[in-house]
DNA sequence: AAAACAATTCGATAGTTATCAAATTAGAAA
DNA sequence: TTTCTAATTTGATAACTATCGAATTGTTTT
């Protein structure tokens, strides 16, 4: 287990705002799991009470620290939650008993 | 679900020696989970390149988060895990496919 | 080609944080 | 009561971060 790559990710959930923007992501991922197309950025920066230069700085620490994907799609951004690396960090949180 | 509550959580496990800190505390109490009596701070202490100082200021942010709880045994700090607010977050990462 | 839209980059700033050394408190042992 | 050990507090500093406005890049629409 490497500590210094999962503290990145919890960095990367520490901020209230980064963590509702991953939150949004991971919803969007659920209610349409099977045509998942990703999540639009555009869509979602209007629900927030931030600039476009803050999202677009909070997804590059998300994505920094894998737990999501970034891919353009013409004019716009969509974005995928990584599982496996979530599937990581609920690991190296389970507590044995 | 409290955004705020739970970003702090993150930030609490955000430091890499914080995270450390917080895994030994979590291995001890796995160790000796029917004799728990709590995992002795000055123990780990030694096992850390930081120093006390240090080491107390992260056992409050651990505390503060609501991760860990802390006790005085005379002389000794012991420490435990408060695992409702693990399963909280758990739960929390959990995503429904 | 021009205008419009989505997103990023840059530079700045106010606020936060990890760490230490020194001093202090609390308790146990001598 | 003096000494030793464990832990905390305080004050300082260097490093980092969230956010913004302005300027820029990339893409689509007109």
């Known amino acids: 287990m490497d500590t210094q790559k999962m503290a ?40 927030f009470n931030i600039g476009p230069p803050t999202i677009s700085h909070h997804l590059k620490e998300l994505t920094n620290a894998e737990l999501i994907f970034t891919e353009r799609k013409g004019k716009f951004l969509v974005a995928k939650v990584n599982e496996a690396m979530v599937d990581e960090v609920n690991e190296l949180l389970k507590i044995n008993k």
Do not use: D
């Open 8 to 47: 990145k990710v919890f960095k990367a959930l520490s901020n209230p705002n980064r963590l509702e923007l991953y939150l949004k992501i991971v919803e969007n991922q659920e209610t349409s799991y099977k045509t998942n197309q990703g999540c639009l950025m555009c869509e979602i920066t209007e629900k």
